[in-house]
């Protein structure tokens, strides 16, 4: 079992930063991928970022490619997610995930949701 905790959202100006953390209980979540997901206000859930259990691999958005950055920190049983460049169509929920499948196939690597999700951090970007 695995639980995830999600924190460092928050209010922020057009082209500021924030870090996201998802910190993760549970002895198998090292050999987990995860992800960051969010949802709009009216609109459905979508894929962020996702990142392998070795954190040498990783997917992104096209709508935040080149402005976000997940990583992780094994040791730590944590997962960040870096954004830079926050636009007012960033404003969302941000959900970590945790114990879905991926693949590397073709040069490219995906991941799909798994089982495990946190209860979500609010960031609000304003113009």
């Known amino acids: 079992q695995v639980q995830l905790v999600e924190s460092g959202g928050g209010l922020v100006q057009a082209g500021g930063s924030l870090r996201l953390s998802c910190a993760a209980s549970?002895?198998?979540?090292?050999?987990?991928?995860a992800a960051w997901f969010r949802q709009a206000p009216g609109k459905e859930r979508e894929f962020v970022a996702g990142i392998d259990w070795s954190g040498g691999l990783t997917a992104y958005a096209d709508s935040v490619k080149g402005r976000f950055t997940i990583s992780r920190d094994i040791a730590k049983n944590t997962v960040y997610l870096q954004m830079n460049g926050l636009k007012p169509e960033d404003t969302a929920v941000y959900y970590c995930n945790a114990g879905g499948p991926d693949r590397f196939r073709s040069g490219r690597y995906s991941y799909t949701p798994g089982d495990y999700w946190g209860q979500g951090t609010q960031v609000t970007v304003s113009s």
């Open positions: 549970g002895r198998t979540f090292s050999n987990y991928a």
